[in-house]
Nanobody, 122 residues
Framework: VQLQAYGGGLVQAGGSLRLSCAAS????????MGWFRQAPGKDREFVST???????NHADSVEGRFTISRDNAKNTVYLQLNSLKPEDTAVYYC?????????????????WGQGTLVTVSS
């Protein structure tokens, strides 16, 4: 199983980015896909998740600014980041889980991508 995240970069506050995560080696359509992030010196935190049936959850800190989506035909999950703030600066990771009891709990995710860095300048 491989998850490859890409699309990060340097952007000014208020700007936008779209992250992508391409999955291979697993039945993508039945997996819950999540995005998590880890800022320097901080613990990993939940960002967004989308279930196999497109049920979506966002962290309060990104609600209304970030949008998660998936394309099962392409085995890819996306995270659209709008109205970015300097506090959104982090390495963003995509992850996959099968039937997690709590899709916002990163400990329940089995497969993880390598991360893509998002840096938001003020």
């Amino acid at each position: 199983v491989q998850l490859q995240a890409y699309g990060g970069g340097l952007v000014q506050a208020g700007g936008s980015l779209r992250l992508s995560c391409a999955a291979s080696g697993l039945p993508f359509s039945v997996y819950v896909m999540g995005w998590f992030r880890q800022a320097p010196g901080k613990d990993r935190e939940f960002v967004s998740t989308i279930s196999a049936r497109d049920r979506i959850n966002h962290a309060d800190s990104v609600e209304g600014r970030f949008t998660i989506s998936r394309d099962n035909a392409k085995n890819t999950v996306y995270l659209q980041l709008n109205s970015l703030k300097p506090e959104d600066t982090a390495v963003y990771y995509c992850a996959a889980a099968f039937g997690p009891s709590n899709p916002m709990d990163g400990n329940l995710y089995v497969y993880w991508g390598q991360g893509t860095l998002v840096t938001v300048s003020s």
